[in-house]
């Protein structure tokens, strides 16, 4: 994909990936045809986590992810220099674009340069809890971005410990107003297949979640309604 006077004098940026991503990142051909011009992006717009939406926003992106793949095709790998403030902007960009595929390559670059430092690793997990992948996607109903993120582990551990998965996007992670993907999916209209998406998650914490929440709701409730003196007695 090549984008034209995007940046000073002649340059533009080419994006090299596997035919999947490139195949999603295509479709902002389309956006450039359709937004106008505005003020270039800002930090504040990165830490806010805003839809980007003008031109400059559009290659804004482009040139962060064809600087990181560039990095990532390099014999030193120099992801490292990529900070999560560069990483939150290209996870928020992508989740809001349904783009699994590169969300997928994002998280697998992650992973790896949190393997060689513990110290990337918790700032890489705070970055991905603060922007709540889960929770977007199930808001956009996109099954596809709410499978791959059910699905997504890591291993943990080393050689002198027992290594286990580590699954980083559980149904029922606390995200703002102490809001869960299953209640977003519970409380929105048409959202069945959100629903059974994240009661089929590999560690069947949804489906557990599930059966609590139907067995309180099933079990009859005794509620103290005071009026005025008298205290009334309602089962239901």
């Known amino acids: 994909m090549q984008v034209e006077n995007g940046f000073k004098g002649n340059n533009f940026p080419v994006i090299i990936a596997d035919s999947t991503i490139c195949q999603e990142v295509r479709a902002l051909e389309t ?10 992006i800002s930090e504040d717009q990165i830490q806010d986590n805003r839809q980007p939406s003008s031109r400059e926003d559009l290659l804004h992106f482009l040139n962060e992810l064809g600087w990181l793949f560039q990095r990532m095709n390099t014999p030193a790998h120099c992801s490292m220099e990529f900070s ?18 590169l969300i997928k390559m994002l998280l697998d670059t992650l992973a790896e340069r949190s393997l060689k430092f513990d110290a990337l690793a918790q700032e890489s997990l705070e970055m ?53 993907p299953l209640h977003l999916a519970a409380s929105a209209q048409d959202s069945k297949d959100m629903v059974n ?40």
């Open 31 to 40: 956006e450039f045809e359709e937004v106008g011009t505005r003020d270039v």
């Open 84 to 101: 999560c403030l560069r990483f939150k902007f290209l996870f928020t960009f992508s989740v809001e674009r349904d783009w699994s595929a």
């Open 128 to 180: 991905l809890m603060e922007i709540q992948l889960l929770n977007r996607a199930v808001k956009r109903k996109c099954r596809k971005m709410v499978d791959l993120l059910l699905n997504y582990s890591v291993i943990r551990g080393d050689a002198a410990e027992v290594a286990s998965k580590m699954y980083i996007f559980p149904p029922n992670s606390i995200g703002p107003g102490g809001l869960t």
């Open 197 to 236: 998406a994240l009661t089929n998650d590999p560690q069947e914490i949804g489906l557990t979640a599930g059966i609590q929440y139907l067995t309180i709701m099933a079990t009859p409730r005794t509620c103290m309604l005071h009026k005025g003196t008298t205290i009334l007695t309602t089962n239901w």
